[in-house]
């Protein structure tokens, strides 16, 4: 049997909510990055359905010269309205907020 390598992961930083300051070792995917969100549940201590905690991949900081991102932090996301759904690149638009782009009053 062949060996597998082993899984590349990442410190990463997390800013905002309960999980400020704190450096967690992340997955990266098979292009580098980290997932785009990072979602923690959890447990209720009455033993009812666990919160979940959700965490947007921010860029870090840019370089210099290029501008080229130079690695990925979490900032926190309370008003996460995605619901953990895939986001197709066909799929209907959510609702946009009043004046952005494709609202009727352009």
Do not use: N
């Not at 980290?34 to 991949?57: E, N």
């Amino acid at each position: 049997m062949a060996e597998t390598e082993a899984v590349k992961s990442q410190d990463t930083p997390f800013e905002g909510g309960p999980m400020d300051g704190r450096v967690l070792p992340v997955m990266v995917g098979p292009t580098g990055h980290p997932p785009k969100t990072y979602r923690i549940p959890v447990p209720a201590p009455d033993g009812g359905p666990p919160t979940v905690l959700v965490y947007r991949r921010v860029p870090r900081g840019h370089s210099r010269r290029l501008g080229l991102i130079q690695g990925w932090k979490y900032a926190y996301d309370p008003d996460d309205t995605s619901g953990g759904k895939l986001r197709w690149p066909w799929s209907k638009p959510g609702t946009t907020p009043h004046g952005g782009p494709g609202s009727p009053d352009e």
